[in-house]
């Protein structure tokens, strides 16, 4: 582990415990963090420079989770060996342009992994997919994600430095599940605005809509200031389709960290809402998800993870529409070229 903040604290450690993946050695710039870390994924070393543990991981063949903020990252990644396998963490960068160049950079050294955009691999997500093949709810028209809820951005102090914030950094993990549901979308409205209980952050709140090929919209919208007390907070995910209505809980947004559990329901045809089991949450258990997938890439060179440095960096291009259109208007998404 490069990087022993909150995260990783709060996703990652749990969810490699459920996988029983030891934890080789944690490394931090602050010698503090990286022994409580140790002490808690026990049997782990606290290194104090990282090419200590960077020899050691080499030795042991194990591959790398960096979980450091997005300026961080490019420089962490040229520090190991060519050929290493990274699971990183979510953003790509801090805008397209850094994204191009972090992937030109690992392509051109041989790192192969993923971005740990784990939202695909929520238990929820996996369990409305099912629902979705089984052919019930015949197509997916609309989709939307409304996040009403009170998030302590004062966790993350590092996000008051960030020229951009809410989208990069959260509705990211939105966006990116839009991509792998629908597809790329065809036309992009986005605004994202400040708050006044967060004068130092750049953006704290965004609605964005979407449309994609074959009518469909999906449709952001996000506020992370509610002061309220529960009833009239949201985290859902709600999916309309030709024969039924699916609805998501994602609860890890309300009463965070701690969250509530996730919920599946769906409505067929206009019938009684049918609830859908759903194991795991969000936090950890889909954080399992990239890891998996980073372990399988280190074993076989032939295996494409579905949030790779490619993928990823085209839902980076979706994030950097975002912000241009924020600044702008209506945007047409262009073909991006990461050469």
Known sequence: MIGCGAIVREGHLPAYAMD????????????????????????????????????????AHG????????HAVRAACDALPEGSTVLLQKPFGRDLAEATALLAAIERRGIRGCVNLQLRHAPVVGALRRLLDSGTLGDAIDLEFRIVCRKPRENWPFLESLPRMEILMHSIHYLDLCRALFGEPERVWSAAFG???SPRLADARSTTPLSF????????TTYHHHAAPARHDASHLRLECTHGTAVARLGVNLNYPEGVPDTLEW?????AWQPVA???NWFPHAFRGPMREA???AADPAFVPSTSFRDS???????????????????????????
Do not use: K, N
């Open 295 to 297: 372990q399988r890439a």
């Open 20 to 59: 029983g993946v030891p934890i080789g050695g944690v490394f931090d710039i602050d010698p503090s963090r990286a022994a409580a870390l140790a002490h808690i994924a026990r049997g782990a070393q606290a290194f104090t420079t990282l090419d200590a543990m960077v020899d050691a991981c080499s030795a």
């Open 195 to 197: 708050h006044p209980a």
């Open 278 to 280: 759903v194991e795991g």
């Open 313 to 339: 960096w085209r839902t980076m291009a979706l994030v950097e529409t975002c912000y241009r259109s924020a600044a702008r208007g209506e945007m047409m998404p262009e073909e991006p070229s990461p050469a």
């Open 63 to 70: 591959l790398y989770d960096i979980a450091l903020p997005p």
């Open 267 to 271: 409505s067929p045809d206009g019938a």
């Open 213 to 220: 090929a074959g009518d469909r919209r999906a449709v952001v």
